[in-house]
């Protein structure tokens, strides 16, 4: 038997129990708001085993409704590799239905198109890979690549999901006359067929209160219907019969998935949360998180250091950017300490992180009798996809409804997949 303090460290553990409650609570919340479709992203965790779990596929005799996970995002060629062996594997929903959700370019498409025709012929057809397309030069080249690659047996479509920006101003056309266009240039395509909208609700991770998250996610709907309306009429006008209510509609992020709900009757809706599955400090902020009890994601670390002086009066870890990454939070701080709201992790190096703590003049006394060198403590990331990326392998604890704790035992390993 081996307890997380036996573990070298930095490590990243996973709590098993709180990973499975957080997926089947996103279910449940996604059907309780009338979205009846789940779509989970792969990217936090980018493991097969996680990929399992968030599917539900193994969860028998649920007493209480849940949304139905329809298929997955991934966000880098392996996490696309991870999923489409799984749809070969398991050969149904939700593992045959993945978008890669990132905006396409020509360099990926070769890999893409040789993992399509591995999903299709192993399902005899009913796989798909979608791509998303937000500028009228990806639907070009699109449409070249494929016009290359079709023979007089076999025409390639690619299917298509058009990303909107309905707020966040990163990635999406506007839902304008641009995105009227672009969605017309698709559906009027030989080689694409527009399968969808998706738009991200990333700038819900700056919010933390509740209206205005509602806010958020209203105009998030609005938007999407507006443009639905807007595209079905032009559609009209130049005598298309493309039916716009076919369309899936792909919305969501972890901060505003318990805010999204369907008051508006878009047809086919679904959501796609990533981080909820891990947690972490951002998601404790937002309130997305509850508690630390739902936390499934942490760093181990080593103590390594006593520094009993005026200066510092505090302890040092082995877990340093190199583990945590320096993502910010509204909260401030490199991390937290699990358990110890008293401590504040304040300073951080390539290595190692300085925790000490709270006071508003600094001169607190640190409990060191609590924190003996070479024992372990539990750090919560800042950004759990980022910390998860850090590392080659998960250590997974399962004690049910126990927390966590450095006597925890080790009873999985999992393995995430790594590059772009």
């Not at 209160?209 to 009429?233: A, C, P, Y």
């Not at 505090?314 to 190199?322: E, L, N």
Request: negative net charge; charged residues 20%.
């Amino acid at each position: 038997m081996m307890l997380l303090d036996d573990l070298p460290t930095p490590a990243f553990i996973v709590d098993k129990h709180a990973f499975q409650q957080n997926c089947k609570a996103a279910r449940a919340a996604a059907a309780k708001n009338g979205i009846p479709r789940l779509r989970p992203h792969v990217k936090t965790h980018k493991t097969i085993e996680g990929c399992i779990i968030q599917a539900g596929i193994h969860s028998a005799g649920e007493e209480e409704s849940l949304a139905d996970v329809i298929g997955f995002v991934a966000s880098t060629l392996p996490e696309l590799a991870m999923v489409v062996k799984l749809g070969c594997q398991y050969k149904r929903k939700p593992f045959t239905d993945v978008i890669f959700g990132i905006p396409i370019c020509k360099s990926k498409l070769l890999e893409i198109q040789s993992m399509s025709h591995e999903l299709t012929s192993a399902t005899h057809g009913e796989g798909c890979i979608h791509v998303i397309v937000d500028n009228p030069q990806q639907a070009t080249f699109l449409e070249e690549f494929a016009q290359q690659n079709t023979s007089d047996e076999n025409t390639q479509r690619w299917s298509v999901f058009l990303k909107l920006d309905t707020g966040y101003h990163r990635a999406g056309i506007t839902c304008e006359k641009a995105g009227v266009n672009l969605a017309t240039q698709i559906i009027n395509s030989t080689h694409l067929v527009l399968k969808g909208l998706y738009t991200h609700c990333g700038h819900s991770y700056n919010i933390q209160d509740s209206g205005v998250m509602k806010e958020t996610t209203n105009q998030d709907h609005s938007m999407i219907l507006g443009f639905l309306n807007t595209l079905r009429s032009h559609l009209k006008s130049s005598n298309s019969k493309f039916d716009v209510s076919s369309l899936s509609i792909s919305v969501g992020s972890t901060p505003s998935m318990f805010s999204h709900d369907n008051a508006l009757k878009i047809p086919n809706i679904e959501l796609h949360p990533g981080n909820y599955v891990f947690y972490d400090r951002q998601q404790l902020w937002t309130g997305a998180c509850s508690s630390e009890k739902s936390i499934g994601g942490f760093v181990l670390s080593r103590i390594i250091g006593h520094y009993d002086d005026e200066h510092r009066n505090a302890i040092m870890v082995d877990a340093g950017a190199t583990a945590l990454t320096k993502e910010s939070t509204p909260q401030g701080s490199m991390c937290s300490v699990l358990g110890r709201p008293d401590l504040e992790c304040y300073r951080m190096s390539q290595e190692i992180t300085m925790i000490r703590c709270k006071s508003e003049d600094g001169v607190k006394p640190f409990p060191f009798q609590e924190f003996p060198l070479g024992s372990t403590l539990l750090l919560i990331p800042n950004h759990s996809c980022l910390a998860a990326a850090c590392f080659e392998e998960y250590h997974v604890v399962d004690g049910g409804t126990n927390s966590v704790s450095t006597e925890s035992e080790v009873v999985e390993r999992w393995c995430p997949v790594k590059g772009w």
